[in-house]
């Protein structure tokens, strides 16, 4: 990240953290048959809490400011990042209208606003400071509607589309600069035996022109940010995705 170095001639400062860690979730999964032809499912995946801890490495600092942070303790402190990856609920269900084509149908909720709160701590040799951070993140919904078309007896097509809710309210933040979002997608299926299966797919997300403004209140030389005014144009983003199955 940049740090203001308060004196345009220095330009900016920068601070590196670095490190890997490991989350523990729970998934839970139900599925109902009303009928042969008809199920209903429901899953559940807990929130993931992700802490991570790593030194803080400053270069280009200008030397009053690292005469303030050495003072502190600063250039010589951990920093700690606690995240949390949002839970989600999500209901479906499929119906088997005939031999060749099937319907499908999701309803989700994802708990966005939870990851939007995140925990930042100093340990420092002198004092240690936390706090919390608010984003202001809202929980976001998903729809979703698709079919199943048999093309042969090994052959499969999947296709469907759905809808994402947007996380944030009003101008996104280019720390996540991401909105609502459409979703197209289509695949195929090959049966290879009783057992076994494989398949490929593709999805295009289209999620429109985002919006950012964020203006500072105070000037640059008394340590305002300076204003960030602009757009993200007709965000596009391509997945693609192989699988295979084994019953056993």
């Not at 991401?178 to 289509?186: K, L, M």
């Amino acid at each position: 990240m940049a740090i203001n170095n308060f004196a345009p001639r220095f330009g900016d400062g920068r601070l590196k953290l670095e490190d890997n860690t490991w989350g523990w979730g729970l998934n839970l999964g139900m599925l109902y048959e009303i009928d042969p032809g008809t199920r209903l499912g429901l899953t559940w995946n807990s929130q993931v809490d992700l802490d991570f801890k790593a030194s803080a490495k400053f270069s280009n600092l200008a030397p009053g400011l690292a005469t303030v942070l050495g003072n502190r303790g600063a250039l010589n402190s951990d920093i700690k990042v606690g995240i949390t990856v949002p839970q989600q609920v999500m209901g479906s269900i499929f119906t088997q209208v005939n031999d060749r084509w099937a319907v499908l149908g999701s309803v989700g909720w994802q708990q966005w606003s939870k990851f939007g709160q995140v925990q930042l701590g100093i340990d420092n040799p002198s004092k240690d400071t936390s706090l919390s951070t608010d984003l202001d993140f809202k929980d976001t919904w998903h729809l979703a509607a698709g079919a199943q078309y048999r093309i042969s007896e090994p052959w499969l097509l999947n296709f469907g589309v759905a809808y994402d809710s947007s996380l944030q309210s009003g101008e996104v933040s280019p720390l996540l600069p991401v909105g609502s979002a459409w979703r197209f997608g289509v695949g195929g299926e090959q049966t290879l035996s009783k057992s076994a299966s494989w398949g490929i797919a593709g999805e295009y997300l289209y999620g429109g022109t985002l919006d950012t403004d964020l203006r500072s209140t105070l000037p640059v030389v008394a340590g305002g940010r300076g204003d960030l005014v602009g757009s993200y144009k007709n965000i596009g983003t391509i997945f693609v995705a192989a699988y295979y199955n084994w019953k056993f």
